[in-house]
């Protein structure tokens, strides 16, 4: 009997066929069968497996050509526990709150609101209370945490829906701010999401996008260990395939930056530690949080003002 078949895809970004192996684990998800992998994506061992990541030859973009399909992805999500648990959450909401300031600073918050993954809604709770967004539109799969998300809304209308794919529910050209937070790299198809919230921004509205970035300093120096590798991944961007990304999808205005980190000392410690094979379950350590440029990377993005032009002209020139 042969394996659970995979997806096989060619670049996700452009498209091309033309791919170099760069990442791997020891034992490669791609020879293993979905049951066999169904522990490792659950997180119950340590040890590291995924799917070997490629360097598209035309574009740059580091993806796997090999991943599981989306009916695979979606029965696998509905399995799993809430993310970044590891971390303590006055960190996580240092760190969001951190994100929202540099989108404060330089776009107009008002509009809609829309995110995507919001998790229990840090930045959600940030937009309610230092914006004046007349619509939050909230897309998150885990619905035990619909209430919660809701009342990080405030008194702003709010609409919850779990499908991350479909966001027809939104009126197009109506959001002023749309949020994605450690969601883009787990994305199949980011064009085609991207591509569907660009409709939903205003002219001029503004995306902000955080991810991983694969060329940051502690992917050097973790190498294969480095904790994105994994999984959930199907592909993990730099500065220039962020970019590169973007503008296929349509924006303007991008701009790349690497974001500020809180961590837990004792976190990070214990991650350091386990990267080089030191076990410090056992010792007692410091729960302060420090700000680190570790690893991540802010996006912004706007949808472009043209189209707008042309419509406001129309009836000036009737
Ligand atoms: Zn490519």
């Known amino acids: 009997m ?43 061992f340590k040890e590291k497996r995924f799917f070997s990541y490629h360097r598209c030859a035309a574009c740059g973009l580091l993806y796997t050509p090999t991943f599981f399909d989306g009916p695979q992805l979606a029965e696998l999500y509905s ?34 609101y ?14 309610a209370r230092r914006g004046s967004f007349d619509h939050f539109w909230l897309f998150e799969p885990n619905r035990a945490i619909h209430d919660r998300l ?71 120096v973790m190498g294969v260990r480095w904790p994105p590798f994994c999984l959930q991944h199907p592909e993990l961007y730099n500065p220039t395939t962020m970019w590169n990304l973007l503008t296929r999808a349509g924006y303007g205005a991008v701009v790349v930056e690497r974001s500020r980190n809180h ?15 030191v076990k410090l379950n056992r010792v007692p350590l410091p729960s302060v949080s420090i700000e680190l440029r570790l690893g991540n990377m802010l996006t912004l993005a706007a949808a472009p003002v043209q189209a707008a032009e042309r419509v406001s002209r129309r009836p000036v020139a009737a």
């Open 2 to 44: 042969t394996g659970q078949a995979f997806l096989q895809r060619p670049c996700p970004l452009c498209g091309s066929d033309d791919a170099h192996a760069e990442v791997h684990s020891r034992q490669r998800a791609e020879d293993m069968t979905l049951e066999g992998l169904r522990p490792f994506w659950s997180g119950l």
């Open 79 to 112: 399995s799993m526990a809430p993310n970044m648990d590891l971390v303590a959450s006055d960190a996580i909401a240092a760190t969001q709150r951190g994100y929202f300031d540099t989108v404060a600073a330089c776009a107009p918050l008002d509009g809609g």
């Open 150 to 220: 809701r009342d990080a809304a405030g008194k702003a209308p709010a609409t919850l829906l779990p499908d991350m794919d479909d966001l027809s529910a939104v009126p197009d050209g109506s959001v002023g701010l749309a949020v994605m937070v450690h969601v883009l790299d787990h994305l199949l198809d980011p064009l085609a999401t991207l591509a569907q919230i660009r409709t939903k921004l205003r002219p001029g509205g503004t995306l902000m996008i955080v991810t991983h970035d694969e060329r940051s300093l502690l992917r050097r």
């Open 114 to 127: 829309l995110e995507i993954g919001p998790d229990i809604g840090y930045i959600v709770a940030e937009a």
């Open 263 to 277: 961590f837990p000392i004792d976190f990070l410690a214990r991650q350091v530690a386990w990267a080089v094979g």
